[in-house]
């Protein structure tokens, strides 16, 4: 990286990029909206996959630009206030490919199961808030001091229950942005 150039990264769920082979690009979209929440248009960037990891299902995008700039970011929970089962949250994603949509639940239990994967065993946890395709990669959110707080990313939900989303946890996605994102 020279001087003044910034990197710029996505983080997603893995399973949403699977038909992208490495070093291919992709667009990635990203909605504009009005304080009114109206859609008013929308931004594309280009980028790369730059890391997976399929035990917690994230994937992590590198956008070409080099000063990428956006103006909404989130807040990372700082782990002060750890997540606890029965907690309020929010899950934000794209569902069906509508416009953003936000949906609120409750902290359920933190799970590891099979689910036929290839590469074994993905650690996730539960919450009520209702999640549909395309709502994976999304962010799940915590209320703490009157911020919506990043606490996870959606990953998927039951299949035989819409009402259940499956997210990956904030300490998994700390592990993998560390191993593969450099300061």
Same mark, same amino acid.
């Given at each position: 990286?020279?001087?003044? +150039?910034?990197?710029?990264?996505?983080?997603?769920?893995?399973?949403?990029?699977?038909?992208? *082979?490495? $070093?291919?690009?992709?667009?990635?979209?990203?909605?504009?909206? #009005? %304080?009114?929440?109206?859609?008013?248009?929308?931004?594309?960037?280009? $980028?790369?996959? &730059?890391? !997976?990891?399929? *035990?917690? #299902?994230?994937?992590?995008? !590198? @956008?070409? =630009?080099?000063?990428?700039?956006? +103006?909404?970011?989130?807040?990372?929970? =700082?782990? *002060?206030?750890?997540?606890?089962? $029965? =907690?309020?949250?929010?899950?934000?994603?794209?569902?069906? &490919?509508? &416009?953003?949509?936000?949906?609120?639940?409750?902290?359920?239990?933190?799970?590891?199961?099979?689910?036929?994967?290839? =590469?074994?065993?993905?650690?996730?946890? !539960?919450?009520? %808030?209702?999640?549909?395709?395309?709502?994976?990669?999304?962010?799940?959110?915590?209320?703490?001091?009157?911020?919506?707080? @990043?606490?996870?990313?959606?990953?998927?939900? %039951?299949?035989?229950? &819409?009402?259940?989303?499956?997210?990956?946890?904030?300490?998994?996605?700390? #592990?993998?942005?560390? *191993?593969?994102?450099?300061?």
């Amino acid at each position: 990286v020279e001087s003044g +150039e910034v990197s710029t990264f996505v983080l997603t769920a893995k399973h949403c990029l699977t038909s992208v *082979k490495s $070093g291919e690009t992709i667009p990635i979209s990203f909605p504009q909206y #009005d %304080a009114t929440t109206r859609l008013v248009g929308e931004l594309v960037y280009y $980028g790369s996959v &730059a890391a !997976r990891d399929p *035990k917690g #299902d994230l994937a992590l995008i !590198r @956008l070409h =630009d080099k000063q990428t700039y956006f +103006e909404n970011t989130v807040t990372v929970d =700082d782990g *002060k206030n750890p997540v606890q089962l $029965g =907690d309020d949250c929010w899950a934000a994603g794209f569902p069906k &490919a509508w &416009a953003l949509t936000i949906t609120r639940g409750i902290i359920g239990p933190l799970e590891r199961q099979d689910f036929d994967e290839p =590469d074994g065993e993905i650690e996730y946890r !539960r919450a009520s %808030a209702q999640v549909a395709g395309g709502s994976s990669g999304g962010g799940l959110y915590r209320l703490i001091d009157g911020a919506y707080t @990043l606490i996870g990313v959606t990953t998927g939900r %039951a299949s035989s229950d &819409a009402f259940i989303a499956m997210w990956t946890p904030l300490d998994a996605i700390q #592990d993998f942005l560390a *191993k593969w994102v450099k300061s």
